[in-house]
């Protein structure tokens, strides 16, 4: 094993298989190891080791950025003793993200400033760490993207934004009425990942009030919610707006 310049050979070795972070860290982990006497066997170790962790780090921050995710929130700075009436296991449960592998859906209903949001943005920082691919999107700039798509003939293209990622976000249903053309592209999402892959979505409208959004028959409503619940849980959420929380009664 005799090589004029094994740094030389040893750093293009590195460079073909992109093993930029063993490339990186190499001189000064074999110098460590040469003072404290450590076995080839550790070095190898500890670059290997080094290696996976860069590149796990390096997914999880593609994942979070395909994902769109607002500002981080997690679930630890959730105060579960806020909303009057909090579901908790429910709501535990959905951040084990196993029901995504399962293909499930939830609807997280409650009124404004409850953390709907909140709770839908730390779901999805949980299930990127978990390895799931996710996308957030408001409802209305789904619907916005898909309208223009369709206008443009290539719905088909933008589709795959929101059927692709194992589990998609869906905030705010029901603050801005969804016209007909909206509630039918909505009913395409909802239809085109129903049993391949999990929906979550936020409202301030109970299933009941569903009709009243979509400027459709009831019918598509009701198509919609049988989709989303036969594998799916509703999470009602009561009480009143954290964003008011520590404003003095009038
Ligand atoms: P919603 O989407 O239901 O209207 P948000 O999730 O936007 O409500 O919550 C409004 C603000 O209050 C956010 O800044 C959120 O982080 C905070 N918030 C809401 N509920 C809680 C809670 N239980 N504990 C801590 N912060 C909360
Ligand atoms: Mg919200």
Not at 122 to 143: I, K, P, Q
Not at 170 to 188: C, S, T, V
Request: charged share 25%; with cysteine; net charge positive.
């Amino acid at each position: 094993m005799t090589n004029p310049d094994p740094h030389a050979a040893l750093r293009e070795h590195l460079a073909e298989l992109r093993l930029d972070q063993i490339a990186e860290i190499y001189p000064e982990v074999m110098n460590e190891a040469a003072r404290k006497n450590c076995s080839p066997l550790d070095v190898l170790v500890t670059l290997v080791a080094a290696e996976v962790t860069a590149r796990r780090e390096r997914a999880l921050q593609r994942r979070i950025a395909a994902a769109r995710l607002p500002k981080r929130k997690t679930l630890e700075e959730f105060d579960m003793a806020f909303p009057k009436r909090l579901p908790k296991q429910k709501v535990l449960r959905l951040f084990d993200c196993e029901f995504v592998a399962q293909h499930q859906s939830a609807v997280l209903i409650g009124p404004t400033g409850i953390g709907k949001t909140h709770l839908l943005t730390a779901l999805g920082y949980t299930a990127c760490e978990r390895g799931v691919s996710v996308r957030f999107t408001r409802v209305v700039d789904m619907l916005n993207g898909l309208t223009a798509a369709q206008i443009n003939g290539t719905l088909a293209k933008a589709l795959k934004v929101y059927t692709t990622p194992s589990l998609l976000l869906l905030d705010e249903l029901g603050y801005l009425p969804i016209d007909k053309r909206g509630a039918d592209l909505m009913f395409q999402v909802v239809a085109a990942r129903y049993e391949f892959g999990s929906i979550v979505i936020t409202t301030n409208r109970a299933f009941r009030d569903w009709g009243k959004i979509f400027d459709v028959d009831n019918t598509l409503a009701t198509a919609m919610i049988d989709r989303l619940m036969h594998h799916g849980e509703a999470i009602v959420i009561h009480g009143d707006s954290y964003r008011l929380k520590d404003r003095p009664p009038e």
